[in-house]
Every structure is written in structure tokens, then in C-alpha cells.
């Protein structure tokens, strides 16, 4: 009876792995394990940076979502966030991956370049971005901000502003001259 029962569980587990290297199904296991995995440590920055209201969520589709504290665990939509909130979960996922390829690569690098994605945001999201890249700073994070948006010249201290001139072409302005 108890070789019967080995053999039974040896076919089911056999039958699992069938399953899983069937089409795609074990690359969609090992990159949700993956996406759990960068959704917890985003979480890390992000649940405290939206003062404990927010959380993000993986859905059973590989989906994100949010967990929304402030009202009871309430699951909705990501799309349901603000300018600056969506822009905080963003920045939280890519701290998470830089620090996951940091780590892979064992890699001392703390700088990365944020591109655009300003301009739609309102002044109050737009303080939320300056609060969260002066945050960074104190965690010795470097991040490279390239914007159109007026604001952030007042708010960066240190920078490199590059302007066009039809004449001369490209002119180059440092704040460390």
C-alpha cells in the first residue's frame, strides 16, 4: 500500500509538471512568482509614502491593483489613482527593480533617470513628486529628472539645462558652473 501511494503521488507531481511546462504555463508561474516578489518590495516604499493608505496588489491575472486601506481594504483599480499616486507606484516598482538588478548583478550603481511624465500632473502631485525625489536623496539616490515643466527648475538644485538655439544649436547651463 505505501509503494501504491508513492507511485500515485509520483504521477500526480508529474502530471503538475506537465502542466505547468504545457505552453506557457511555467514561465507565466515563474514570472507571477517574480512580479509577487517586486509588488512586495514596492510596497516596502510605497504603503509608508501614501502614509499607510495604499498598498499595491497582484492579482490572480498578473494585474495590479490596489488595496486601499483608508477604506476598509477596499480593492480597486490602479487607474483610480491620482497623478502623483500613480507616479509614486511607479517610482516605488522601479526603485524595487533597480534594487532586484542590483542585487542580480551585484552592482554598487544608485542612480537612475526619471523621463518626463510631469507635464500632466497638478500642483499638488507635482509637490507629492518633489517630496518623494528629496526622500530619495536622504537614501543616497540618485535620480536624473529630465522634464519640460517649469517647476522643477525652482525645486532642483543641481542640474543641467539644455537648451536650443536655431543659430548656434544646443547651448549647455550647469548649476555648478
Not at 502530471?15 to 507571477?32: A, I, M, Q
Not at 490572480?60 to 507616479?87: A, P, Y
Not at 537612475?112 to 513628486?129: N, P, Y
Amino acid at each position: 500500500l505505501g509503494k501504491r501511494d508513492a507511485l500515485q503521488q509520483r504521477a500526480e507531481d508529474l502530471g503538475t509538471l506537465k502542466k505547468l511546462f504545457r505552453e506557457s504555463g511555467f514561465v507565466n508561474y515563474v514570472s507571477s512568482v517574480y512580479l509577487q516578489n517586486l509588488c512586495h518590495a514596492a510596497n516596502e516604499r510605497f504603503h509608508p509614502l501614501t502614509r499607510q493608505k495604499l498598498k499595491l496588489e497582484i492579482t490572480d491575472r498578473n494585474e495590479f491593483q490596489i488595496r486601499d486601506l483608508l477604506h476598509d481594504g477596499r480593492v480597486r483599480s490602479v487607474k483610480t489613482l491620482s497623478g502623483g499616486q500613480t507616479f509614486q507606484a511607479a517610482l516605488c516598482l522601479a526603485l524595487a527593480l533597480a534594487d532586484n538588478l542590483q542585487q542580480f548583478t551585484q552592482s554598487s550603481q544608485n542612480f537612475f533617470f526619471l523621463d518626463e511624465g510631469f507635464g500632466s500632473l497638478d500642483k499638488e502631485s507635482l509637490q507629492t513628486v518633489f517630496d518623494t525625489l528629496k526622500a530619495l536623496r536622504k537614501e543616497n539616490r540618485i535620480v536624473g529628472v529630465i522634464s519640460h515643466v517649469e517647476e522643477m527648475q525652482h525645486e532642483i538644485d543641481t542640474y543641467l539645462q539644455i537648451t536650443n538655439d536655431e543659430v548656434t544649436g544646443s547651448a549647455v547651463k550647469t548649476s555648478w558652473n
